[in-house]
């Protein structure tokens, strides 16, 4: 008998300890770039696992997705999507493979730039829209809701642990946003101009009252070409602007930039742009690291 209850009472130990260890088997949660995973990630807490698509360093325009990540879309119970525009090829490879309603669109009903040249063209054509809603940390902030409510709507039984930590991270979001405003402060009025590899900045120079000289690139998209005298014009812009760099993506070495840098002799500050790094895991340390480097940049 006392064997047995022994027996019992070790079953009973190794049965909590196996709980306690293993963490929830739950990889389906899947991210378009690593930007929305990580604010799915301050969400949803350690207990969910969030993979994310597009590797760092891909462009995130125009991505599609390996027969691998095929796969892992017909596995996955919610797929976190940036929206405005940016995963139209994922979407489409998506769409004819897994049930819609996984989709989560989080820009959904938010107030798109778009483009300064191509007003009137079909509304149907996403490269007009700007998808770089994650440059302006309040657009991330309007994500927390929709992403609470799907994750609750997927998990009801961590409904109060989701909204605890949406609350706890859009406070974080206000203090970001709060020391971008003071860093910005320091920089000089006439010297608040963005000159990018590609419109990349529009709803941070938007919201923190930088104006755009225009971009080596004159579109949404990194995928376009610039004409020469799309360059030589660029070039005499940011002449009489005296604009002292120009902003490209650090994961992106582009021979563009570098032609246009000798050309100009505008130096080029390498920045984040469409996916963190390791030494800006986080959301807020990939918005730390460009607000960093574009006020030393600017102020310089
Ligand atoms: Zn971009």
């Given at each position: 008998m006392?064997?047995k209850?022994?027996?019992y009472?070790?079953?009973?130990l190794?049965?909590?300890?196996?709980?306690?260890?293993?963490?929830?088997?739950?990889?389906?949660?899947?991210?378009?770039?690593?930007?929305?995973a990580?604010v799915?990630?301050?969400?949803?807490?350690p207990?969910?696992?969030?993979?994310?698509?597009?590797?760092?360093?891909?462009?995130?325009?125009?991505?599609e997705?390996?027969?691998?990540?095929?796969?892992?879309?017909?596995?996955a119970g919610?797929?976190?999507?940036?929206?405005?525009?940016?995963?139209?090829r994922l979407?489409k490879?998506?769409?004819?493979?897994v049930?819609?309603?996984?989709?989560?669109?989080?820009?959904?009903?938010?107030?798109?730039?778009?483009?300064?040249?191509?007003?009137?063209?079909?509304?149907?054509?996403?490269?007009r829209?700007?998808?770089?809603?994650?440059t302006?940390?309040?657009?991330?902030?309007e994500?927390?809701p929709?992403?609470?409510?799907?994750?609750s709507?997927a998990?009801p039984?961590?409904?109060?642990?989701?909204?605890?930590?949406?609350r706890i991270?859009?406070?974080?979001?206000?203090?970001?946003?709060?020391w971008?405003?003071?860093?910005?402060?320091?920089?000089?009025?006439q010297?608040?101009?963005?000159?990018?590899?590609h419109r990349?900045?529009?709803y941070?120079a938007?919201?923190?009252?930088f104006?755009?000289v225009g971009?080596?690139?004159?579109s949404f998209?990194?995928?376009?070409?610039p004409?020469?005298?799309?360059?030589?014009?660029?070039?005499?812009?940011?002449?009489?602007?005296?604009?002292?760099?120009?902003?490209?993506?650090?994961?992106?070495?582009?021979?563009?930039a570098?032609?246009?840098?000798?050309?100009?002799g505008?130096?080029l500050?390498p920045?984040?742009?469409g996916?963190?790094?390791?030494?800006?895991?986080?959301?807020?340390d990939f918005?730390?690291?460009?607000?960093?480097?574009?006020?030393?940049?600017?102020?310089?």
């Amino acid at each position: 008998m006392k064997k047995k209850i022994y027996l019992y009472g070790l079953l009973m130990l190794s049965l909590l300890l196996s709980c306690r260890q293993e963490p929830r088997r739950s990889a389906e949660l899947l991210a378009s770039t690593s930007i929305v995973a990580d604010v799915v990630r301050q969400v949803a807490g350690p207990s969910h696992t969030v993979t994310e698509l597009i590797p760092p360093g891909a462009s995130v325009h125009q991505f599609e997705p390996t027969p691998h990540q095929i796969i892992l879309l017909h596995q996955a119970g919610l797929i976190f999507l940036n929206g405005a525009g940016l995963e139209t090829r994922l979407i489409k490879a998506a769409v004819s493979q897994v049930d819609s309603t996984h989709l989560v669109d989080l820009s959904t009903g938010l107030d798109f730039r778009t483009h300064p040249d191509l007003h009137g063209q079909s509304s149907h054509d996403h490269s007009r829209i700007d998808p770089h809603i994650w440059t302006d940390p309040n657009l991330v902030k309007e994500w927390l809701p929709v992403m609470t409510r799907r994750l609750s709507a997927a998990y009801p039984e961590d409904s109060l642990i989701f909204q605890q930590n949406a609350r706890i991270f859009a406070d974080t979001l206000t203090a970001l946003d709060q020391w971008i405003r003071e860093q910005v402060g320091q920089i000089p009025v006439q010297r608040r101009i963005l000159l990018t590899d590609h419109r990349s900045l529009g709803y941070f120079a938007d919201r923190y009252g930088f104006s755009q000289v225009g971009a080596l690139i004159p579109s949404f998209s990194d995928l376009a070409e610039p004409t020469a005298r799309d360059l030589a014009r660029l070039q005499d812009q940011a002449s009489q602007l005296k604009v002292p760099a120009v902003f490209v993506d650090r994961l992106q070495n582009k021979a563009l930039a570098r032609q246009f840098s000798t050309d100009s002799g505008l130096r080029l500050v390498p920045l984040l742009m469409g996916s963190l790094a390791v030494d800006a895991a986080t959301y807020p340390d990939f918005i730390r690291y460009n607000v960093s480097r574009i006020c030393t940049a600017l102020q310089e």
